[in-house]
């Protein structure tokens, strides 16, 4: 995707199994693609290799609707790779970055800013209020994890 905005990270996915998962079955679960390595290395029983894969995590049960279990955090990176955010329980945190607000080519708005953004998805899934200096806090705890997971890697 373009945009570090959940328009442009926020994605539906659809799960078929026949027999399997229940049809019309519906998750708000937070889920990443990474998460497809580990989920599936359960469905087959098998091991990863040891060191690949390290952020993939196992939702094989959410995928197939048995459960509702949901990531406690996900990293998002869009194609422009300059910024980078941060979803938590329904909170969002996307860094600092230059660049224009909008790729004009292709008409979407990047998420650039060179302020810190913080969103509370879950009132305002279109992300059109920083809550940034209304909850100092809350971007505080977010950029501290952000961090502590890049320094991880």
């Known amino acids: 995707k373009y945009s570090v905005l959940e ?8 799960v078929y199994w026949a027999n399997k998962i229940k049809p019309h079955t519906v998750s708000g679960a937070l889920f990443s693609q990474i998460d497809l390595m580990a989920s599936f290395a359960d469905m087959l029983q098998v091991k990863l290799p040891p060191g690949e894969f390290t952020d993939s995590r196992n939702y094989f049960s959410t995928l197939t609707g048995k459960d509702n279990v949901s990531r406690d955090y996900n990293i998002e990176q869009p194609a422009n790779e300059a910024n980078l955010a941060i979803v ?23 998420g650039y800013s060179k302020e810190e953004q913080l969103y509370n998805l ?23 994890l952000l961090e502590k997971t890049k320094a991880a890697l």
């Open 7 to 14: 328009a442009g990270t926020r994605v539906p996915f659809i």
């Open 88 to 110: 938590k329980n329904g909170w969002k945190y996307i860094t600092p970055g230059n660049g224009p607000a909008l790729m004009k080519a292709v008409n979407i708005e990047t």
């Open 122 to 144: 879950k009132d305002d899934p279109k992300e059109l209020n920083n809550l940034a200096s209304k909850f100092p806090e809350k971007l505080k705890e977010l950029k501290a």
